[in-house]
Every structure is written in C-alpha cells, then in structure tokens.
C-alpha cells in the first residue's frame, strides 16, 4: 500500500488539509488523516540514526548525445 501513503502524505505536505485527506481516503485514493498523523510522529520520535544517510555521497551525473553508429552515413 505504499502509492495510497505516499498519495496522502504529499496531500498533507502540500495542501495541509485534513478534510481533503478525509474525503479522499473514504473515496480509496489515500490512507486516512490518522495514518499520515501516526507517520509524521513517529518519524519525530525516531533517533536520526536509525534513518542512515540521508543525502549520497556523491553525486554521478550521467550525460548523452545522438550518436551514429554508421561511420558511412557521416559526412
């Protein structure tokens, strides 16, 4: 059921409202405004630990062009 939480907790990030996350989770689109409120406190309790690295540690970048794999068509 990740789609439902992560549906309903990006609600509540951006919008804050409790009834939009109440009328959605009794239409099935997200987990209910209890759920998210379970979630955002016990990621409040959790030691910051317990999460692991946060960011990576580095950042690879990944860059491509059109490429023609034919030499004879080139001019």
Request: proline residues 5%.
């Amino acid at each position: 059921m990740p789609i439902p939480f992560g549906v309903a907790v990006s609600v509540d990030h951006s919008m804050g409202s409790k009834s939009l996350l109440q009328q959605l989770s009794q239409l099935g689109y997200c987990v209910s405004y209890d759920e998210v409120t379970r979630y955002k406190q016990s990621v409040i309790v959790s030691p910051e630990t317990a999460h692991g690295e946060s960011y990576p540690s580095a950042v690879t970048r990944w860059v491509a062009d059109n490429v023609d794999h034919n030499v004879r068509t080139l001019d």
